[in-house]
């Protein structure tokens, strides 16, 4: 189902788990407007969409509150915050909307079973089953007091599964971000999941959270899932964004070809209206030269490309940071390959990663990650690039001229250089 790195704008980062249809609409508007031409599709409801109370990010407050259901025990859309779900509609509404803006719909979900239906011990659709045979009321989240987990590995956990992805085939969902699923890891409940999926009669891209996701578990990730989180909640600071260089490098080799390591939402423009911090919004904590080392990084490595601002307050900044079409073209490369590090020093803070491209051609990025601005070098040949290339910088869309040997460009602190090298001969 991601043949590439999936692109598109999740609710999170800027409404936490309180986003309404009227905010979901404004997006997917300003998505279909000014973005879907360079291949952003996905609007994704991100956690909690079932509490009609939801304030932002109250998730552990809300324990023990009333979430909407069916009479199987399945959450749905509360209706104060989704009036289309009415009349039992569910998602179904929404999606079309999102369908006839010519984009796609996603969802958020947590592991496992609502422990008010476990509560209420209601059958499980279309089985001889019923919520206390599927729970273990065991296994809880730390994090969010909704949900317990499944026996694993038992035909009722799987007659639950299989009833939920029914359900959202049903609505029209085309993505599905399960959460609680990879930290700590849930092989059982990720093969269920798979399974449910491919049963349920409609393709959905299958993204699993939160991270960091062992590497340990390449294998069964691979085998079943579209996108996997290599890192906890990411934000706007450069401490976090320093990061992900290293904890995607682990991911080397194990990426590509409709599988991907995830980075997390890009959290560009203005963000956290009623997100994790209990802050009023603001805009990105990152500066322009970071914004821009996350943009290249992202395009790259590659992984998906999800963002989190609320896109109607977008300026023109921002926006041309989700419209580069070079850059974006390096993430979109139809020949589906991760980049490699092929230069890295922990001393200065500097790094190259390369990525071939399907024409033939390279992507090449150096990156400066140290205190100090200044230059940067790199042996093209240690990089795996012997010979003589010409380059061009793909964020300022100026030919470069000829480049072999060493380069030692000058880059800010922070700051990236993004290179799509064709070999000269």
Same mark, same amino acid.
């Given at each position: 189902?991601?043949?590439?790195?999936?692109?598109?704008?999740?609710?999170?980062?800027?409404?936490?788990?309180?986003?309404?249809?009227?905010?979901? =609409?404004?997006?997917?508007?300003?998505?279909?407007?000014?973005?879907?031409?360079?291949?952003?599709?996905?609007?994704?409801?991100? &956690?909690?969409?079932?509490?009609?109370?939801?304030?932002?990010?109250?998730?552990?407050?809300?324990?023990?509150?009333?979430?909407?259901?069916?009479?199987?025990?399945?959450?749905?859309?509360?209706?104060?915050?989704?009036?289309?779900?009415?009349?039992?509609?569910?998602?179904?509404?929404?999606?079309?909307?999102?369908?006839?803006?010519?984009?796609?719909?996603?969802?958020?979900?947590?592991?496992?079973?609502?422990?008010?239906?476990?509560?209420?011990?209601?059958?499980?659709?279309?089985?001889?089953?019923?919520?206390?045979?599927?729970?273990?009321?065991?296994?809880?989240?730390?994090?969010?007091?909704?949900?317990?987990?499944?026996?694993?590995?038992?035909?009722?956990?799987?007659?639950?599964?299989?009833? =939920?992805?029914?359900?959202?085939?049903?609505?029209?969902?085309?993505?599905?971000?399960?959460?609680?699923?990879?930290?700590?890891?849930?092989?059982?409940?990720?093969?269920?999941?798979?399974?449910?999926?491919?049963?349920?009669?409609?393709?959905?891209?299958?993204?699993?959270?939160?991270?960091?996701?062992?590497?340990?578990?390449?294998?069964?990730?691979?085998?079943?899932?579209?996108?996997?989180?290599?890192?906890?909640?990411?934000?706007?600071?450069?401490?976090?964004?320093?990061?992900?260089?290293?904890?995607?490098?682990?991911?080397?080799?194990?990426?590509?070809?409709?599988?991907?390591?995830?980075?997390?939402?890009?959290?560009?423009?203005?963000?956290?209206?009623?997100?994790?911090?209990?802050?009023?919004?603001?805009?990105?904590?990152?500066?322009?030269?970071?914004?821009?080392?996350?943009?290249?990084?992202?395009?790259?490595?590659?992984?998906?490309?999800?963002?989190?601002?609320?896109?109607?307050?977008?300026?023109?900044?921002?926006?041309?940071?989700?419209?580069?079409?070079?850059?974006?073209?390096?993430?979109?490369?139809?020949?589906?390959?991760?980049?490699?590090?092929?230069?890295?020093?922990?001393?200065?803070?500097?790094?190259?990663?390369?990525?071939?491209?399907?024409?033939?051609?390279?992507?090449?990025?150096?990156?400066?990650?140290?205190?100090?601005?200044?230059?940067?070098?790199?042996?093209?040949?240690?990089?795996?690039?012997?010979?003589? &290339?010409?380059?061009?910088?793909?964020?300022?869309?100026?030919?470069?001229?000829?480049?072999?040997?060493?380069?030692?460009?000058?880059?800010?602190?922070?700051?990236?250089?993004?290179?799509?090298?064709?070999?000269?001969?």
């Amino acid at each position: 189902m991601a043949p590439v790195p999936p692109m598109g704008w999740n609710s999170f980062v800027s409404f936490g788990d309180s986003v309404t249809e009227e905010e979901v =609409l404004a997006n997917a508007q300003y998505m279909k407007d000014n973005l879907a031409k360079y291949g952003w599709k996905y609007v994704v409801v991100d &956690y909690r969409w079932y509490d009609a109370g939801a304030k932002g990010n109250t998730a552990v407050g809300r324990a023990g509150a009333k979430l909407s259901a069916d009479w199987y025990g399945r959450l749905t859309p509360a209706v104060q915050r989704f009036p289309s779900a009415k009349n039992n509609a569910g998602f179904k509404p929404l999606a079309d909307k999102i369908h006839g803006m010519g984009l796609k719909f996603g969802i958020h979900i947590m592991r496992g079973i609502p422990r008010q239906a476990v509560k209420a011990n209601h059958p499980i659709e279309s089985s001889s089953y019923s919520a206390v045979n599927a729970a273990d009321t065991s296994s809880t989240c730390s994090w969010c007091p909704d949900m317990y987990g499944v026996k694993a590995n038992t035909s009722a956990a799987q007659a639950w599964y299989d009833s =939920l992805f029914r359900q959202y085939a049903a609505w029209g969902v085309d993505f599905v971000k399960v959460d609680d699923l990879s930290k700590p890891y849930s092989g059982a409940d990720i093969s269920a999941i798979r399974r449910a999926i491919d049963k349920c009669g409609r393709p959905m891209v299958f993204s699993v959270s939160p991270g960091p996701t062992p590497v340990r578990h390449t294998r069964q990730l691979q085998n079943t899932v579209d996108m996997w989180r290599i890192s906890g909640d990411f934000w706007d600071k450069w401490n976090k964004l320093s990061s992900q260089f290293d904890l995607m490098a682990r991911w080397q080799g194990r990426g590509g070809g409709g599988h991907w390591p995830d980075p997390d939402f890009l959290p560009l423009g203005i963000i956290g209206h009623r997100a994790s911090s209990g802050k009023k919004s603001w805009s990105t904590h990152l500066t322009k030269n970071e914004q821009v080392t996350m943009m290249s990084f992202w395009a790259i490595a590659p992984g998906p490309l999800f963002l989190g601002s609320n896109l109607p307050e977008n300026d023109d900044w921002t926006l041309s940071l989700m419209t580069n079409k070079e850059v974006l073209d390096v993430n979109q490369d139809v020949g589906a390959r991760q980049a490699k590090r092929a230069m890295y020093s922990k001393a200065k803070g500097h790094e190259a990663w390369v990525k071939p491209l399907a024409d033939g051609t390279k992507a090449l990025a150096i990156f400066n990650r140290s205190n100090q601005d200044g230059p940067v070098s790199v042996s093209l040949d240690d990089c795996g690039l012997p010979g003589k &290339y010409q380059a061009r910088n793909l964020w300022q869309h100026t030919d470069l001229g000829t480049m072999e040997d060493t380069i030692s460009p000058t880059i800010p602190k922070h700051g990236s250089l993004l290179l799509q090298l064709t070999p000269m001969n």
